[in-house]
């Protein structure tokens, strides 16, 4: 068979790879965020993904490069717009808004990305180094830049990058990572259209009273 007549067949198997590869890391986005990864089990993965539990191996090599896979899926797509608010030119405190919104609007959209994101962040002595380091640590620096800009325009006010940045982060990731607890003060469901919009709300009124030089402004 000649190259020209192999190629359709390279592409087919191509997609189909593509294709096993999607519905082991959809699956395992599931079980992880149920279970967690300790507790996630590779012949469950496999099972849900609906594939052999050697392709899981044949791809991945362990169920821990599989979670940090999963992970990596989450931040890449993230950061990816993420980046285009942070490093945009414009009015500081106007991108600041646009980036809580973007990481509120994502988080709400990824049901299961806070359980997987607090995993992620409590591993204790198996802190995914790689990925803080490729994703978190990047994307953090870019805040604190635009942060510093603003407050050397005057659009907002003095405060520490670091810790300003890690209270947004904090006033975003915490109400969705709560969400089985706010349950059970009897509040509506955190994912409810009603309470993601009275949230976000909330959230951007906070940042502006609290970080804006002219809170009120348009």
């Known amino acids: 068979m000649s190259e020209k007549a192999k190629a359709p067949a390279r592409r087919t198997q191509h997609v189909r790879s593509e294709e096993s590869r999607a519905k082991i890391l959809a699956a395992a986005e599931r079980v992880f965020a149920r279970d967690g990864v300790d507790g996630a089990r590779i012949d469950e993965i496999a099972v849900e993904a609906g594939v052999n539990k050697a392709l899981l191996y044949y791809y991945f090599k362990s169920k821990e490069r599989l979670y940090e896979a999963v992970i990596e899926e989450h931040l890449g797509e993230f950061n990816r717009h993420a980046f285009r608010v942070l490093q945009a030119d414009g009015p500081a405190d106007a991108l600041l808004l646009e980036y809580v919104d973007l990481q509120f609007d994502f988080i709400s959209r990824r049901r299961m990305h806070a359980p997987l994101f607090q995993q992620f962040m409590t591993r204790g002595a198996k802190p995914p180094t790689r990925l803080v380091r490729d994703y978190i640590i990047p994307r953090a620096e870019a805040l604190q830049k635009l942060l510093v800009r603003g407050m050397r325009e005057g659009a907002l006010r003095k405060a ?46 906070f940042i502006r009273h609290g970080l804006f030089s002219r809170p009120d402004a348009s």
């Open 160 to 205: 520490d990058p670091f810790h300003t940045a890690a209270s947004i982060a904090a006033l975003v990731v915490f109400y969705f990572s709560s969400a089985p607890i706010m349950k059970l003060f009897g509040r509506t469901d955190p994912y409810s259209p009603a309470g993601i919009a009275l949230r976000k709300k909330e959230v951007r009124n």
